[in-house]
C-alpha cells in the first residue's frame, strides 16, 4: 500500500547542472504488466545538446549508467548496479533562486536503495529547488524541494507517480508562483496516458514520442514551433524496468524520442 513521508533535509554536497524542464513518470505493482518497477524521463533543454551515454565503475561503491548532455558530463538520468533508478527535473515555476544541487553521481556510488538514496539526501540537505523521481524494485518516490526546510516526499509500493516541473505535493503548492502552460499541459497529458494501467516498457516508450498539445513546448516530445530555429526541445529519453527477480533492463534514447529507436543496454 502506498504510504507518504516528509522529511527534514539539511545542507549538502553541491553540483550544478540540470535540465530545463522534463516529464517523469513511473508505475510500480498492479500498474505494471507482471509487476515490478517501470520509470521514464523525457529530457528538455532550451536548445539542442548533444547527449551521452556515461558510465562509471568508482573504486569504492556501486558501477552505475546514464544520459548526460556531452557539454557538462552531469548525469541527469540513471541507474546503479543495485538496481537504485534516481531521474531529476528543473523546478522552473520558481523563479529568482540558485540552482545548486546534489550530483546524481555522488547518490550512485553512495546508496543502493530509495532508503538508502533518501537516507544519503538527509544526511546531506537540499539546498535549491528541484524534483527527483527514484526507484529500486521495491519501492517508488518522488521527493519536492524548495528549500532545506520545505520539501516533500511520497513514497509508494503499488500506484504511479508522475511529474513535470511544478509542485505537486500538497504542502508544496504555495511555492509554485506561477506554473508555466508547457508544465500544466504535460501533466495533464501524461496524467490521461498514466491512466490505464497495467503498463509495459513498450508502452512507457511510447509515452516519450507523444506530440498532443504540439508543435510547441506543450507536448512531452517538445520541438521548436515551425519556422523557428530555436525553442524547448525534447534531447533524449531513458525507460527502466525493475524487477527483484531479475536483472534490470534499461532502454535510452539519445536525441529526439520520436525520431529513432531506443536502444537496450545494459551494465
Excluded at 6 to 30: D, E, M, N, P, Q
Excluded at 49 to 72: C, D, H, M, N, Y
Aim: charged share 20%; with cysteine; proline share 7%.
Amino acid at each position: 500500500m502506498p504510504f507518504v513521508a516528509l522529511l527534514s533535509l539539511l545542507t549538502f554536497f553541491l553540483g550544478a547542472g540540470i535540465g530545463l524542464a522534463c516529464t517523469l513518470y513511473g508505475a510500480i505493482g498492479a500498474a505494471v504488466e507482471g509487476g515490478g518497477v517501470l520509470l521514464g524521463k523525457n529530457r528538455d533543454l532550451a536548445q539542442e545538446e548533444e547527449q551521452v551515454l556515461v558510465r562509471e565503475t568508482p573504486r569504492s561503491g556501486p558501477a552505475f549508467l546514464g544520459i548526460a548532455s556531452r557539454k557538462s558530463g552531469r548525469i541527469t538520468a540513471g541507474i546503479n548496479d543495485k538496481g537504485l533508478v534516481v531521474v531529476n527535473a528543473s523546478a522552473s515555476s520558481v523563479e529568482d533562486r540558485t540552482r545548486n544541487h546534489i550530483r546524481l553521481e555522488k547518490i550512485f556510488s553512495q546508496a543502493g536503495s530509495v532508503e538508502g538514496a533518501l537516507r544519503l539526501l538527509q544526511q546531506e540537505g537540499m539546498k535549491s529547488p528541484i524534483h527527483y523521481l527514484l526507484a529500486d524494485p521495491h519501492h517508488l518516490a518522488l521527493l519536492e524541494v524548495f528549500s532545506p526546510e520545505r520539501h516533500e516526499i511520497k513514497v509508494t509500493s503499488d500506484g504511479i507517480l508522475i511529474h513535470t516541473n511544478h509542485y505537486l505535493l500538497p504542502s508544496m503548492g504555495p511555492f509554485n508562483g506561477n506554473p508555466g502552460e508547457s508544465s500544466r499541459r504535460r501533466l495533464e497529458r501524461i496524467r490521461k496516458l498514466t491512466n490505464s494501467p497495467p503498463f509495459s516498457p513498450d508502452r512507457f516508450m511510447d509515452f516519450s514520442r507523444d506530440h498532443e498539445n504540439g508543435p510547441g513546448g506543450n507536448s512531452i516530445c517538445r520541438h521548436p514551433l515551425p519556422g523557428k530555429k530555436s525553442g524547448r526541445v525534447s534531447v533524449s529519453s531513458f525507460v527502466v524496468r525493475l524487477d527483484p527477480n531479475r536483472s534490470p533492463e534499461i532502454w535510452v534514447r539519445l536525441g529526439h524520442p520520436c525520431e529513432g529507436n531506443f536502444e537496450k543496454i545494459s551494465f
